[in-house]
């Protein structure tokens, strides 16, 4: 597998170290801090001061015999960016020396890294030294609301340490109720508040059994700790992912609003919670819920964002988990979907067989378990591991399992007397779920043939198993999940959805201490204040999160103008540059259907050149095209809006054509969009088409030259789709690309067969 080729290089690292310990006896490494604005005027750099300051200390090394083998001191690093100083490895005495010298500001050892988790912030991209985190002082004064399902306050995702003070136009609470106290709210946590009030109605006489803004299924407290939780050392499922925990906006506040119960979810309750966090005033509402079978002006979601919109608060919704083309729901215009990818994370059982080869297989089994040189078994009538029968007559040891499930046959092998077990698969949801309840691993097919020679050619084959290793870099990645939701969307096809993809397979974040969240074996259940759950719920609030952020960085921007920036500058390509593959459709090259844009680029978003931007009466000319009546769409925009110009061609970063399936003729759909320059004051761009197969694409012009920052232009595009009886869907893109300058802005085209409308 690729991922082993770096374990050699990380040991050969780690002695390397060990060895100049010992080498320079007493020294050890020391970062050390610089005042720059002291640095004399004859160095023409900071690295001569530093090079100087430390070839200085030469004179109290103390003198030995073995001078000759002592080794010289240096530089290991260098920094004026995050900070001014350097690291170098130092005597206490050549320490006690440095301080003396002109410009000392302070020193400290350097300290071990840990890994840190949920990743996905590295994943993205996100950095403490350049881009979005720094612009947006980590979402400084930003208010997250997320409707969901509860909180658990107590979390160490919410203490305030480090928190700015609530923002004065913050008008919530923290309501007080069942087991919940008012205090339990901060400067982290600045609101909660519960709506069960549909609940009741539904069922006069159901006891509410947590009757409070306290979370009792875990599902909001992952939510809001992924969008907007404090920083957490020591974070880990079960040794898994450890390290420092972090929302993606770690300094935006978070509101909850609980609107999902044990006893029921109604629409009234969701409605309820929405609008009053618009009233709340938060900049940015998370939702990782959604409605099916349902049109816009039925949609609580849909009617409850549309007047978040009209006061500029953008709602960040996921895309929903049910695999299939046009399953997708909060296919919502003026809303944010999000569907689900993967991570550059792999879990890892380390594999080590007796003739010395190793390799890494696929574990989450939850426990420091100890599988040493044990007999290796395998034998092809019992390896589909099916039977108890069968499994009955093996000894102790790790036993070979091979064609048949995973969970399967690992319910068989727990009732066996095997110790262990090495699964050979390749199912998808192997990746996607945290179940890992028996000691084992699963390898690919690919790599299985090794091990297959040589438990079948070695006399006494034995074999090791280690557990709790996380990898990362992980190639391909990412790759779309295969429970996230395609479009087209149902409730309205006509503008593409989802809109982008977010890491949303086995994110680490916050969870609730009361429930069972692993097992081992089939009776013995575990729990844990972190898990690693998977769901198109999980990848909308890194999405929220990036919101936030760019919210506060462009604090004038309209949520069109910050959807229209995550998408322009999505990345639809993996991390080996190839194009983004779906894993729920045979690893095929993945259509916008299923990822949006792409891959969200936080820090491309940050600066993204072009926008798209839409107004509350773009999206009502919009609803006027849509054969509703004048009540249905009042149900939505809550006013008096006059249909002036009704038309379906939104202004939105994304373009997709509909045909009947069996289409014997020809269609041809145009499309005006307008951007506007949010970057150099004078740009010019110049087009580059890729059409779909089997399409012609034409724009004009296909030179935009703007004179100043925020001037708008205006273009057509025109898809000529010819006859397809096969319901093929095809894909392409335009980009503008800035001439002399290092914008692109990127658009997805979609042609596919019409679907129905709910």
């Given at each position: 597998?690729?991922?082993?080729?770096?374990?050699?290089?990380?040991?050969?690292?780690?002695?390397?170290?060990?060895?100049?310990?010992?080498?320079?006896?007493?020294?050890?490494?020391?970062?050390?801090?610089?005042?720059?604005?002291?640095?004399?005027?004859?160095?023409?750099?900071?690295?001569?001061?530093?090079?100087?300051?430390?070839?200085?200390?030469?004179?109290?090394?103390?003198?030995?015999?073995?001078?000759?083998?002592?080794?010289?001191?240096?530089?290991?690093?260098?920094?004026?960016?995050?900070?001014?100083?350097?690291?170098?490895?130092?005597?206490?005495?050549?320490?006690?020396?440095?301080?003396?010298?002109?410009?000392?500001?302070?020193?400290?050892?350097?300290?071990?890294?840990?890994?840190?988790?949920?990743?996905?912030?590295?994943?993205?991209?996100?950095?403490?030294?350049?881009?979005?985190?720094?612009?947006s002082d980590y979402g400084k004064g930003v208010i997250v609301?997320?409707?969901?399902?509860?909180?658990?306050?107590?979390?160490?995702?919410?203490?305030?340490?480090?928190?700015?003070?609530?923002?004065?136009?913050?008008?919530?609470?923290?309501?007080?109720?069942?087991?919940?106290?008012?205090?339990?709210?901060?400067?982290?946590?600045?609101?909660?508040?519960?709506?069960?009030?549909?609940?009741?109605?539904?069922?006069?006489?159901?006891?509410?059994?947590?009757?409070?803004?306290?979370?009792?299924?875990?599902?909001?407290?992952?939510?809001?700790?992924?969008?907007?939780?404090?920083?957490?050392?020591?974070?880990?499922?079960?040794?898994?992912?450890?390290?420092?925990?972090?929302?993606?906006?770690?300094?935006?506040?978070?509101?909850?609003?609980?609107?999902?119960?044990?006893?029921?979810?109604?629409?009234?309750?969701?409605?309820?919670?929405?609008?009053?966090?618009?009233?709340?005033?938060?900049?940015?509402?998370?939702?990782?819920?959604?409605?099916?079978?349902?049109?816009?002006?039925?949609?609580?979601?849909?009617?409850?964002?549309?007047?978040?919109?009209?006061?500029?608060?953008?709602?960040?919704?996921?895309?929903?988990?049910?695999?299939?083309?046009?399953?997708?729901?909060?296919?919502?215009?003026?809303?944010?979907?999000?569907?689900?990818?993967?991570?550059?994370?792999?879990?890892?059982?380390?594999?080590?067989?007796?003739?010395?080869?190793?390799?890494?297989?696929?574990?989450?089994?939850?426990?420091?378990a100890i599988a040493s040189n044990l007999p290796l078994i395998?034998?092809?009538?019992?390896?589909?591991?099916?039977?108890?029968?069968?499994?009955?007559?093996?000894?102790?040891?790790?036993?070979?399992?091979?064609?048949?499930?995973?969970?399967?046959?690992?319910?068989?092998?727990?009732?066996?007397?095997?110790?262990?077990?090495?699964?050979?698969?390749?199912?998808?949801?192997?990746?996607?779920?945290?179940?890992?309840?028996?000691?084992?691993?699963?390898?690919?097919?690919?790599?299985?043939?090794?091990?297959?020679?040589?438990?079948?050619?070695?006399?006494?084959?034995?074999?090791?198993?280690?557990?709790?290793?996380?990898?990362?870099?992980?190639?391909?990645?990412?790759?779309?999940?295969?429970?996230?939701?395609?479009?087209?969307?149902?409730?309205?096809?006509?503008?593409?959805?989802?809109?982008?993809?977010?890491?949303?397979?086995?994110?680490?974040?916050?969870?609730?201490?009361?429930?069972?969240?692993?097992?081992?074996?089939?009776?013995?259940?575990?729990?844990?204040?972190?898990?690693?759950?998977?769901?198109?719920?999980?990848?909308?609030?890194?999405?929220?999160?990036?919101?936030?952020?760019?919210?506060?960085?462009?604090?004038?921007?309209?949520?069109?103008?910050?959807?229209?920036?995550?998408?322009?500058?999505?990345?639809?390509?993996?991390?080996?540059?190839?194009?983004?593959?779906?894993?729920?459709?045979?690893?095929?090259?993945?259509?916008?259907?299923?990822?949006?844009?792409?891959?969200?680029?936080?820090?491309?978003?940050?600066?993204?050149?072009?926008?798209?931007?839409?107004?509350?009466?773009?999206?009502?000319?919009?609803?006027?095209?849509?054969?509703?009546?004048?009540?249905?769409?009042?149900?939505?925009?809550?006013?008096?809006?006059?249909?002036?110009?009704?038309?379906?061609?939104?202004?939105?970063?994304?373009?997709?054509?509909?045909?009947?399936?069996?289409?014997?003729?020809?269609?041809?759909?145009?499309?005006?969009?307008?951007?506007?320059?949010?970057?150099?004051?004078?740009?010019?761009?110049?087009?580059?088409?890729?059409?779909?197969?089997?399409?012609?694409?034409?724009?004009?012009?296909?030179?935009?030259?703007?004179?100043?920052?925020?001037?708008?232009?205006?273009?057509?595009?025109?898809?000529?789709?010819?006859?397809?009886?096969?319901?093929?869907?095809?894909?392409?893109?335009?980009?503008?690309?800035?001439?002399?300058?290092?914008?692109?802005?990127?658009?997805?085209?979609?042609?596919?067969?019409?679907?129905?409308?709910?």
């Open positions: 597998m690729e991922l082993i080729k770096h374990i050699p290089f990380l040991l050969l690292f780690s002695l390397f170290i060990s060895h100049a310990k010992l080498a320079l006896g007493e020294r050890s490494s020391y970062i050390v801090h610089m005042d720059k604005s002291l640095m004399p005027k004859v160095f023409p750099t900071h690295n001569h001061w530093y090079s100087f300051a430390i070839n200085s200390l030469k004179s109290v090394t103390p003198k030995s015999s073995d001078d000759h083998h002592q080794k010289p001191l240096r530089l290991v690093y260098t920094y004026d960016n995050a900070f001014h100083g350097f690291s170098a490895v130092l005597s206490k005495a050549e320490l006690e020396a440095l301080k003396k010298s002109p410009g000392f500001v302070s020193a400290y050892s350097d300290r071990s890294v840990t890994l840190d988790t949920t990743h996905t912030f590295e994943f993205l991209s996100l950095n403490p030294y350049a881009g979005l985190w720094p612009a609301g997320v409707i969901d399902t509860g909180v658990w306050p107590e979390s160490p995702s919410y203490v305030d340490d480090g928190m700015p003070e609530v923002p004065s136009r913050w008008k919530g609470t923290c309501e007080a109720g069942q087991e919940f106290n008012s205090s339990l709210c901060n400067k982290k946590l600045i609101g909660v508040r519960y709506f069960n009030k549909g609940v009741i109605a539904g069922n006069p006489n159901v006891t509410i059994s947590m009757n409070s803004g306290r979370d009792t299924e875990g599902h909001g407290t992952h939510t809001s700790s992924t969008a907007a939780g404090n920083y957490v050392a020591g974070a880990s499922f079960f040794g898994y992912a450890a390290g420092t925990a972090r929302g993606i906006a770690p300094r935006a506040h978070v509101a909850m609003y609980k609107v999902i119960w044990d006893e029921g979810r109604f629409a009234s309750d969701v409605l309820a919670g929405m609008d009053q966090a618009v009233a709340d005033g938060v900049d940015v509402i998370s939702i990782s819920m959604g409605f099916d079978g349902v049109p816009l002006y039925e949609d609580p979601i849909a009617i409850a964002s549309f007047g978040a919109m009209e006061k500029g608060v953008l709602v960040s919704s996921s895309a929903g988990n049910e695999h299939s083309i046009g399953s997708l729901h909060n296919g919502i215009p003026w809303v944010l979907t999000v569907a689900a990818g993967s991570i550059d994370r792999f879990f890892s059982g380390g594999l080590t067989l007796g003739n010395g080869a190793r390799t890494n297989g696929w574990t989450t089994f939850p426990a420091p395998y034998n092809k009538s019992i390896s589909s591991c099916n039977s108890t029968e069968a499994l009955s007559r093996v000894g102790y040891g790790i036993v070979i399992c091979e064609n048949g499930s995973v969970f399967s046959q690992m319910d068989f092998v727990s009732q066996s007397n095997a110790a262990a077990a090495i699964y050979i698969a390749d199912d998808i949801d192997i990746f996607e779920f945290s179940d890992f309840p028996y000691p084992g691993i699963v390898i690919s097919p690919v790599d299985a043939p090794y091990l297959i020679e040589y438990v079948t050619n070695a006399a006494k084959p034995f074999a090791s198993i280690n557990f709790q290793q996380t990898l990362v870099g992980a190639k391909p990645a990412p790759v779309v999940a295969s429970y996230t939701s395609r479009g087209p969307a149902p409730s309205y096809p006509g503008v593409l959805k989802p809109d982008v993809m977010a890491p949303g397979s086995l994110v680490l974040a916050s969870w609730i201490p009361n429930t069972q969240t692993a097992l081992i074996g089939s009776n013995i259940g575990l729990t844990s204040d972190f898990i690693l759950a998977s769901g198109t719920s999980m990848a909308c609030p890194h999405a929220s999160g990036i919101a936030a952020l760019l919210r506060g960085a462009h604090p004038e921007w309209s949520p069109a103008a910050i959807r229209s920036a995550m998408a322009t500058t999505a990345n639809p390509l993996d991390n080996t540059q190839r194009y983004i593959r779906d894993s729920g459709f045979d690893y095929e090259i993945a259509t916008p259907l299923a990822m949006g844009a792409g891959q969200v680029d936080p820090n491309r978003a940050l600066d993204p050149g072009l926008i798209y931007d839409a107004t509350p009466q773009d999206y009502v000319d919009l609803l006027c095209s849509m054969n509703f009546t004048q009540n249905q769409i009042k149900t939505i925009t809550r006013s008096s809006y006059t249909c002036s110009s009704p038309s379906a061609d939104l202004n939105y970063p994304s373009f997709i054509t509909l045909y009947s399936n069996g289409t014997t003729y020809g269609i041809v759909q145009e499309f005006r969009r307008t951007v506007t320059n949010v970057g150099s004051d004078t740009a010019t761009y110049k087009v580059r088409v890729d059409a779909p197969a089997g399409s012609t694409v034409t724009v004009y012009p296909t030179m935009l030259q703007f004179g100043n920052k925020y001037e708008k232009l205006s273009y057509n595009l025109t898809i000529n789709y010819k006859a397809n009886t096969t319901g093929a869907i095809t894909f392409g893109s335009i980009t503008w690309v800035e001439q002399n300058g290092g914008h692109t802005v990127r658009t997805p085209i979609v042609v596919a067969p019409m679907i129905p409308i709910w």
